[in-house]
């Protein structure tokens, strides 16, 4: 696929709009991302969706198709297009994962996002002009209900079907990936300022997400009272407990560590010249880079703190209902896949029914 065809996605007046020779041929595009900004679509969303409809348009004009004649045709094309391209960075070919897939090839998830994207795009078209024929075919509706909710035990939880597209491709339902308690220690140990080891303790014994950590203000945490406001996914406000050890490692940091600032943001950049700014996502990367770097744990990421979160609070037999509500999930399906973590706990429930059934046989 070709990457460098005349056009690119640039910020805009606080939007998010396509530039360069070929852009004039996909002003849809830009209408649609300013659609989703005004529908108030985070920002980190509206530019998510204009690099994956960005890879769509280069693909177009390399192909010299215009937008407004692509069909069912062309978009089966452009699936069979991103199914052979190479992510460029990557070792391949002859460098596969676990499961069998080559590297350098983009992901099932990956190439599903830049569809939904596309199918969204023709969605708003089709809106605005109910006569235009969607190319995007429409595949039969997702499940009713999932495992857990068949059984009747989370019936309360039961959402409306979505209908799918039929180019959608085939995920594997991987399950989150925690940390060894050893690992996580050592991790955590090797964090150096107070506030390193604040935003660490955040994921680890809070479970925030990097976003939700990176966007909290100081006025967000209540230490006295160990509460913490927190802006999740969706715009979804939650309360999480905040963990005494975290507190008082937040408090020494507010008090002796932390730049003075105009910001209203609680972890702000140390040194530098961007000292006394917001904390970016890329900062916060480059953070655990380096820790992984000199710890030696590959898996020391962001998000693997908060799968160990997770994890713990099934191995403990947390309701599956509060760890909901401590993980800010839309969904209690998406907190059931840390019941798969929990080995420990899953094998001594096993052992208990196992020695139940032995009693009751020999009465």
Request: proline fraction near 6%; glycine fraction near 10%; hydrophobic fraction near 40%.
């Amino acid at each position: 696929m070709n990457t460098e065809a005349g056009i690119r996605l640039e910020e805009h007046d606080g939007g998010w709009v396509l530039a360069g020779p070929a852009a004039s041929g996909f002003g849809l595009v830009d209408e649609y991302l300013a659609h989703l900004a005004d529908r108030n679509y985070s920002p980190k969303t509206v530019r998510a969706y204009g690099y994956d409809l960005l890879a769509f348009c280069r693909w177009l004009v390399s192909e010299e198709q215009p937008l407004p004649e692509v069909t069912t045709e062309v978009l089966l094309r452009f699936l069979r297009a991103c199914r052979e391209a190479t992510v460029p960075g990557r070792p391949g070919p002859n460098v596969i994962t676990l499961s069998g897939r080559r590297m350098d090839q983009y992901a099932a998830t990956t190439i599903n996002r830049r569809l939904a994207a596309i199918s969204g795009l023709f969605a708003f078209a089709a809106m605005r002009d109910p006569d235009m024929k969607n190319p995007v075919p429409k595949g039969k509706e997702a499940r009713w209900r999932v495992a857990g909710e068949r059984s009747g035990m989370l019936a309360y939880t039961v959402r409306r079907p979505k209908n799918r597209s039929s180019l959608r491709l085939r995920e594997p339902r991987r399950l989150p990936t925690a940390l060894s308690q050893s690992d996580a220690a050592e991790l955590l140990a090797s964090f150096r300022t107070w506030r390193d080891r604040a935003i660490a303790g955040l994921m680890l014994y809070c479970g925030l997400r990097s976003a939700e950590v990176l966007g909290l203000n100081i006025a967000d945490v209540d230490i006295g009272g160990r509460w913490l406001q927190v802006l999740g996914k969706g715009q979804r406000e939650r309360r999480v407990p905040l963990d005494p050890d975290v507190a008082s490692v937040i408090q020494v940091y507010v008090l002796a560590e932390r730049p003075e600032s105009g910001s209203g943001r609680l972890f702000l950049v140390a040194k530098g010249p961007n000292r006394g700014q917001p904390l970016t996502a890329a900062g916060l990367r480059t953070i655990f880079r380096y820790h992984r770097g000199i710890t030696g744990i590959v898996g020391g990421h962001p998000h693997a703190l908060r799968h160990t979160f997770g994890t713990a609070l099934a191995e403990a037999g947390v309701d599956l209902a509060v760890m909901q509500a401590l993980l800010g999930h839309a969904h209690v399906d998406t907190t059931a896949r840390y019941i798969h973590l929990a080995p420990a706990h899953v094998k001594a429930e096993f052992d208990a029914a196992r020695d139940r059934l032995r009693s009751q046989s020999q009465q």
